[in-house]
């Protein structure tokens, strides 16, 4: 996303934590890199469970090519281009997660047979004695 497209705006922090207050798990994919940088703004959110559509679902072993939200789009039939606006790719991953996989069940099950992530521990933390 380019500077100019963000440069002005802000974030509207206190709906932006409701909706997190609301909710006791978050489905990314790559939700580790989702969850880095949310963290720096909103570190509450090392509260919720954080499950990770990419890595929670044996995308290769199915016989995909690779675990990229598009290429799964793609074949799947649902969409051939990403925006990576996060309301189209939250839609597109919950049409994604709904689909039948070749285990019979939707991608979903597979995503929250997996335990959560871990919490999150900034790079800082971890260096600490």
């Not at 909103?42 to 199915?62: A, G, L, S």
């Not at 598009?70 to 074949?75: C, D």
């Not at 996989?101 to 047979?113: F, M, Q, R, T």
Request: with cysteine.
């Amino acid at each position: 996303i380019p500077y100019s497209s963000v440069e002005g705006k802000s974030f509207h922090d206190e709906k932006i934590k409701s909706f997190f207050a609301r909710t006791d798990s978050i489905f990314a994919h790559n939700a580790s890199f989702d969850r880095s940088f949310l963290y720096q703004m909103y570190p509450e959110i090392n509260d919720q469970k954080w499950f990770c559509t990419m890595r929670n679902v044996p995308w290769k072993q199915y016989g995909f090519e690779n675990s990229k939200l598009l290429t799964l789009l793609q074949a799947h039939n649902i969409t051939n281009f990403q925006t990576h606006r996060a309301l189209d790719d939250i839609s597109y991953l919950m049409e994604l997660m709904r689909k039948q996989g070749p285990s019979g069940h939707p991608y979903l099950k597979d995503v929250i047979a997996k335990n959560p992530m871990k919490k999150y521990a900034p790079a800082s933390q971890k260096t600490r004695v």
